[in-house]
């Protein structure tokens, strides 16, 4: 596909928004999430796989820097199908939300299990197991698509699929499955 011809300011206006919207999302979900987690804590719930935590940060820190960096530095640009791309973003917000609604205070970025808590199975928990996952994966590739920024999409996708590997793992440990 060929880059849309857009005006520069307009792409510099549109990464900056979108940046603004991840980094302001990423920042409200660590306050819940740090607000979850101490409660939970505090509830008798233990943490597992604490050890690929900080590769998940590291995904969702490059997310955006490589984002920035592939359209300014790397002069990455919306394609004809960037509409397709962020409607696909939007709707994993709807999905990700969604899990995190239907988790409510249980929800927390780290892998905290409550023992003898049953596990959710309502909202989008009754057709996927790992909705928030999917969601996350769609919006790293949406995402840097979006801007035609393929470089940051498939190494963050590489990144994210390691870290969730491991993660669910520890997630399937940790949940006795």
Known sequence: MTAILWPEPAITRALFVFLGAVVAQRIVELRLCARNSRALLARGAQEWGAGHYPLLVLVHTIFPLGLAAEVVLLGARPKAGWPFWLALWLAAQVLRYAAV?????????????????????????????????????????????????????????????????????????????
């Not at 999409?153 to 499955?177: C, H, K």
């Open 101 to 177: 609604r239907e988790l409510g205070s249980r929800w927390s970025t780290r892998i905290l299990v409550l023992p003898g808590a049953p596990l959710i199975a309502s909202g989008p928990y009754r057709f996927l197991r790992h909705p928030n996952y999917v969601a996350v994966a769609t919006e790293l590739i949406a995402g840097s698509l979006v801007f035609g920024a393929w470089r940051t999409a498939l190494v963050v996708t590489l990144l994210n699929a390691v870290a969730l590997r491991i993660r669910i793992s520890a997630e399937q440990r940790a949940l006795g499955g």
